[in-house]
């Protein structure tokens, strides 16, 4: 039998108008008081009517309802405020060789709620470690954009994505010098910020990560590769972490595929030897990802493997997304017959939607309603739901968390100025926000400290401090 949560019944369209109308009832209110305010004919009526509607206006915003105790209080005044301040000033704040992010970096950070499995960990290291393992071969791709890598026991076969054939890594290296090709390599999976299109940085984007996924679901290169994400997490002071993965199946030397159980497998058994080793560390999770533009009877066949896996490791595999470039479609409206399979099967597989990752208006921004009808349980990045006043209160009243990741949004060209970022709007109407790195590792970042300091320097008032620092931290965890 179906869920009762996907019913939708004539007593909950009557609940939902009579909800639609409290919130126009109290927008109206809200203008009719501001509307009866005399006119102001004196100074002092200005100041004390200014006051009164800036401490109405701040009453609303992130952080207002946390108090700090005295010690708290100390370092927020003390440190905290004053190199904040300090670095407003110099306008040059995002660096992390800012005070504020020397702070930040320190400070416990609760959970990083949305990132991806294949740009976890710094691209340095991925580099100087597992670029250097034995039996790794590389071909170019997409005329010598990016690279492609296979460990392999001997020369693999010449696949359909390469300009050229397998060449060894160890052998290219030494030809052409370690300085030289470790250099190229960096470049070619990672990005910066420069100008471009949203659609040529989507295209750098899916490059890079391509290549670091070859790497990483590698017999030789997985359990390295996520041992060295938690541990960059966990010296970031992130103490839990819900992973965004396509599970995919994990490839041998000898070119035997792997189940994606025991990709799963294995992404827990890594994860209890680091608890284990680290006993500060909470955990980790993990959300299964559909590529959105694949055929639909691949998309079905992962929405189905997604409820088999929840249904046998509820504990770790909790839910279900979609990933890539929304403007390319196909939108959640037209795939609700495939989201509604866990449902029709009486399962319940809780979903964490990306949507809304656009800066389009009446187009692609409309998946955060459906994503919202769907009942996910939080929505990665909702960068246009500032466009939506309807959507931005039932999402708080409802309390779905939005996943705002603004380095992300900012490298992928949807905003320049990260003080022009919804986000903004989101910290000032006290949605409940938290904050998340995305892709840290593509971004020539690592950790959630990036995030965390981009968010509290371009989101929030200049008199804002630890109370903003605390609730987000505490909402990545609540």
């Known amino acids: ?269 890594v994860t209890d030897e680091f608890k284990n080793e680290n006993p500060g560390f909470i955990g980790a999770k993990f959300i299964f990802l559909s590529i959105r533009s694949m055929p639909r009877d691949i998309l079905e066949k992962d929405i189905r493997t997604a409820m088999e896996l929840h249904m046998k490791y509820p504990k770790h595999l909790i839910g279900y997304d979609l990933v890539r470039d929304e403007n390319r479609g196909p939108p959640y409206s037209e795939l609700l017959d495939i989201l509604f399979i866990p449902a029709q099967n009486g399962i319940n597989l809780p979903f964490f939607f990306h949507a809304g990752e656009t800066n389009r208006f009446g187009d692609t921004d409309e998946n955060i309603l459906f994503a919202i009808l769907l009942n996910t349980t939080r929505i990665g990045h909702a960068y246009a739901l500032s466009k939506h006043p309807l959507l931005m209160n039932l999402v708080k009243e409802k309390d779905i968390a939005i996943e705002v990741n603004p380095i992300s949004n900012q490298v992928l060209n949807l905003v320049s100025d990260l003080r022009n970022h919804p986000g903004v709007v989101f910290f000032a109407n006290g949605l409940p926000v938290v904050i998340c790195s995305d892709d840290p590792a593509t971004w020539r970042t690592s950790g959630l400290s990036y995030d965390y300091h981009a968010a509290f320097m371009a989101f929030t008032k200049a008199k804002d401090g630890l109370e903003v620092l605390k609730e987000i931290s505490k909402n990545g965890i609540k």
Not at 21 to 35: D, E, M, R
Not at 101 to 118: A, N, S, V, Y
Not at 217 to 246: I, P, Q
């Open 1 to 269: 039998m179906a869920n009762n949560r996907f019913r939708l019944k004539l007593s909950d369209i009557r609940t939902e108008r009579c909800r639609a109308f409290s919130v126009l009832l109290v927008v109206f209110n809200i203008f009719a008081s501001v509307k009866s305010f005399p006119t102001c004919t004196d100074k002092r009526c200005v100041l004390q009517t200014s006051r009164f509607l800036l401490q109405e206006e701040y009453s609303l915003s992130i952080g207002d309802r946390v108090k700090l105790n005295k010690e708290e209080k100390l370092v927020n005044s003390k440190i905290l405020a004053p190199i904040k301040e300090e670095e407003l000033k110099r306008n040059d704040y995002l660096s992390d060789k800012s005070e504020v992010f020397k702070f930040i970096r320190k400070m416990p950070k609760g959970g990083d709620l949305h990132i991806h499995d294949t740009s976890m960990v710094d691209i340095h290291w991925v580099v100087s470690q597992l670029t250097y393992l034995p039996n790794l071969y590389y071909c170019d791709t997409q005329g010598g954009k990016f690279v492609r890598f296979r460990y392999s026991d001997r020369v693999p076969e010449r696949e359909d994505f390469c300009d050229n054939s397998w060449t060894s890594v160890k052998e290219r290296r030494e030809e052409i010098g370690p300085d030289e090709f470790d250099k190229m390599l960096y470049y070619k999976m990672t990005m910066d910020r420069k100008d471009q299109s949203a659609q040529v940085a989507w295209d750098k984007f899916v490059g890079s990560i391509d290549c670091i996924a070859d790497l990483m679901y590698s017999e030789t290169g997985f359990r390295r590769y996520f041992k060295r994400a938690l541990t960059e997490l966990y010296e970031d002071n992130v103490m839990y972490v819900e992973v965004r993965t396509v599970m995919t199946s994990i490839l041998s030397n000898d070119g035997r595929r792997f189940s994606r159980e025991d990709t799963l497998r294995n992404f827990i058994e």
